[in-house]
């Protein structure tokens, strides 16, 4: 009776896949994972193996084809070629390295477990692109973008997406030699692809900031046109012969130099997500439960390779480039999962009849594994690290030329003063404490923070106080104080609070000293009290403290009467 109610309208239909993505949306935010696991789930559940929602086939099919767009145009947006120059030469040598590893043995394991040379090949290239979307959500949430791992990690994920740029071209010039181009021959696509090529080139250098400038007058008008820019070139690449996928691409590439593309990938990124909704909706439609079940076998095989293998490389590939295995383990936990790029990369390959339905559903069960597993291992990284640290010695250089832990060059004589975080926050306290003759040493796991302190004439090393071995080099024998300036995380996991791990590691060597730390939740005072705090700051509260003083000396010599003002 509920299916043919919802069948009876396309509207009912999409109310009915609203509400299932919603419930299922909160189950995985119960159980910590991204909204693309949940999204991945709903298309299942929605499919014709489980609920059979989806009727409205074509309504779906475009709104999916409207979300890719608008991905690829985001990833576009991502593509500034000022910004690909300046990647360093580790994000490049661990990018590449960890695609050709992934490339070639996955190939080898693919043919392995029976699959043919092109459905292998194809399973081989999807498994190289990991999640950019879920990696910074995730080194967000645990305060780790400007960690040296973390930017490291976003390096590489950069050059993964340009490897996806070059896959989604190949895959556009397969489906032109395949004469899926409405009739017209080679190189009249060709032609027209190299004068869409001039076309965008001319736009970014003649139009598109003075164009954006005046869009960008009305945020409402700004997000209408970024829409339409991208279905206009996503249709226009189609029309041309190549994808739609490297049409929207291309829209993103041609707003990329403009300074308006932070601020357009800040309004589209929810309107991408929901899109996206619909995609999975489509792919799960097209999947049979029964098929996939003979295929959890491979799907394991090849999810520990990648939870396994993938994180091994870049740990290695970092070593050799003289990183300390920490730092390695840590970006490469990075990437272990796949994307849904992924999937998108072998919805291309069914759809140019190079696959089959089932390499696309073996390709989804890796992605629900791998992603799922892979928010565990990022979430507990320094808890993995820690358990493993013994087996990683082979992946470090005996002297990691890249990373000293504190040199003991760089400890000045007479310290009085340790302070870890260099926000601006905590630049302020090492400021007001030198001017009244205190000697600081400055201590940041951010390395442009480093810089920027050593400019202001602090003494500054790079460091993370969520290392151990950071704090077993600290030179603590005559400090009065170490003060914490770090933010805060929000993961609610405890054990991983570097603080926590501050203060025990300052436990462990016999600190005498006192020990001060910021803390943005008072829930949290008793227990870093009790594990041996002396001082609990609170830097919003402090901050309104000291206003209202500065307020109030205004005031002496006048009557105040009654509570202030609610």
């Known amino acids: 009776m509920l299916m043919s109610l919802i069948h009876a309208s396309p509207f009912y239909e999409l109310a009915a896949l609203l509400a299932l993505a919603a419930a299922t949306g909160f189950v995985g935010l119960l159980l910590r994972q991204p909204m693309v696991v949940s999204f991945i789930a709903v298309g299942v559940l929605a499919g014709p193996s489980a609920l059979d929602v989806v009727v409205s086939h074509d309504n779906v099919d475009l709104m999916a084809e409207l979300g890719i767009a608008l991905l690829l145009f985001l990833v576009g947006l991502k ?22 590893f992934t490339s070639i043995f996955g190939f080898l394991i693919a043919l392995a477990l029976g699959l043919e040379p092109v459905a292998a090949l194809y399973v081989a290239v999807a498994l190289t692109f990991s999640s950019t979307i879920i990696i910074v959500k995730l080194l967000s949430d645990k305060r780790e973008v400007d960690s040296l ?7 590489f994920l950069i050059v993964q997406d340009v490897v996806v740029v070059i896959a989604m071209m190949v895959l556009s010039s397969f489906g032109v030699a395949g004469g899926d181009a409405d009739g017209r021959s080679l190189p009249v696509v060709l032609a027209s692809g190299i004068g869409m090529l ?20 009305s945020n409402e008008l700004m997000v209408i046109f970024a829409i339409a820019w991208a279905a206009l070139l996503a249709a226009a690449g189609y029309y041309l012969g190549f994808s739609k996928e490297l049409g929207g691409l291309l829209a993103g590439v041609s707003l990329a ?23 999975f909706v489509a792919l799960g439609s097209s999947l049979d439960l029964g098929l996939l079940g003979a295929q959890v076998v491979p799907a394991l095989v090849l999810s520990a390779f990648v939870l396994i293998g993938n994180p091994l490389i870049v740990l290695a590939i970092m070593g050799y480039l003289g990183y300390r295995k920490r730092t390695g383990f840590l970006a490469g936990l990075t990437v272990a999962q796949i994307s849904e790029f992924s999937l998108i990369f072998m919805a291309m390959g069914v759809t140019l009849g190079h696959v089959s339905n089932d390499a696309l559903g073996l390709v989804t069960l890796v992605g629900l594994i791998s992603i799922a597993l892979s928010v565990y291992m ?15 010695g082979i992946f470090e250089r005996r002297d990691p030329q890249r990373e000293t832990t504190i040199p003991a060059t760089a400890i ?6 340790i302070l870890f975080g260099l926000g601006r926050y905590g630049s302020e306290i090492v400021r007001q404490l030198q ?14 923070a480093v ?4 400019a202001l004439g602090i003494t500054a090393v790079y460091g993370d106080a969520a290392d151990p071995e950071v704090i077993d080099a600290l030179p603590i024998e005559g400090v009065k104080w170490v003060i914490s300036a770090l933010p805060q995380h929000d993961t609610g996991l405890t054990h991983q609070d570097p603080r926590h791990i501050l203060l025990d590691g300052l436990g462990r060597r016999g600190f005498s000293g006192r020990i001060a730390l910021s803390n943005h939740r008072e829930d949290q005072d008793h227990d870093l009290i009790e594990r041996g705090a002396h001082i609990v700051m609170h830097p919003f509260h402090d901050a309104a403290d000291r206003a209202v003083e500065r307020v109030l000396e205004h005031f002496e010599g006048t009557e105040l009467t009654g509570p202030p003002p609610t």
């Open 378 to 392: 990022i979430t507990y990284s320094y808890e993995l690290y820690r358990r493993l640290e013994p087996l990683l």
């Open 257 to 279: 130099t403009t300074p308006y593309r932070d601020a357009l990938a800040a309004r589209l990124s929810s309107l991408r997500d929901f899109l996206l909704l619909f995609f």
């Open 451 to 454: 810089q920027r302190g050593r």
């Open 412 to 417: 000045p004589p007479d310290i009085d003063i």
């Open 198 to 217: 001039v076309f965008v080139f001319l736009f970014i250098r003649y139009a598109a900031t003075p164009l954006m400038m005046r869009v960008a007058g």
């Open 79 to 100: 593509l500034d070629i000022s910004l690909i120059r300046s990647l360093g030469l580790v994000a490049l040598a661990t990018g590449l390295g960890q695609v050709l």
């Open 435 to 448: 001017e009244v003759g205190l000697r600081v040493f400055a201590v940041d796991f951010n390395p442009d």
């Open 149 to 155: 791992h973390g930017r490291i990690a976003i390096g």
